[in-house]
């Protein structure tokens, strides 16, 4: 299996900035679609971004475009998740995922475990 690990989350004051990291290992990450899901306290895991790589194409939840970048460096089979500008209401658990296809919704095959990123005022 492909096994996915997040890093990169913390404490923030509100306009700060983050870049979260997930290295996946398994051999096979060049052919996956990767993307990043958060959950927020007392609400449901939704899609945040998401990239193909291997045609590089990329998409985004509405409220977070222009703020956040998806990208990856496959020479270190990991993805990423800049995050600019952060709000209070960016907080929550964000998690990576991989799968064959891209989705806005849950259907991924692999999870990471998750990174806290909470926002301050």
């Known amino acids: 299996q492909v096994q996915l690990v997040e890093s990169g989350g913390g404490l923030v004051q509100a306009g700060g900035s983050l870049r979260l990291s997930c290295v996946a290992s398994?051999?096979?990450?060049?052919?996956?679609?990767m993307a990043w899901f958060r959950q927020a306290p007392g609400k449901e895991r939704e899609f945040v971004a998401a990239i193909s790589l291997s045609g590089a194409n990329t998409f985004y939840v509405d409220n977070v475009k222009g703020r956040f970048t998806i990208s990856t460096d496959n020479a270190k089979n990991t993805v990423y998740l800049k995050m600019n500008s952060l709000k209070p209401e960016d907080t929550a658990v964000y998690y990576c995922?991989?799968?064959?296809?891209?989705?806005?919704?849950?259907?991924?095959?692999?999870w990471g475990q998750g990174t806290q990123v909470t926002v301050s005022s």
């Open positions: 398994g051999r096979t990450f060049s052919r996956l679609v």
């Open positions: 995922a991989a799968g064959p296809r891209l989705s806005t919704g849950l259907e991924y095959d692999y």
